[in-house]
């Protein structure tokens, strides 16, 4: 059962940049130090990972 909370249209405006700085900034990132991780070899044994 889904319950329904209210929202001010700032509040959803404020939530809906929230999720795109992370979509657009934060996650390419952490997918770039994955993939340097990756470069450096086994991801179990690496510090940077």
Do not use: Q
């Not at 319950?3 to 959803?12: A, L, W």
């Not at 992370?22 to 690496?46: F, Q, S, Y």
């Amino acid at each position: 059962m889904v319950e329904s909370v209210p929202m001010t249209r700032e509040g959803y405006n404020k939530i809906k940049a929230e999720i795109e700085h992370l979509e657009h900034e934060v996650m390419p990132e952490i997918a770039a130090k994955i993939a340097t991780a990756r470069e450096e070899g086994d991801l179990k044994e690496n510090a940077e990972y």
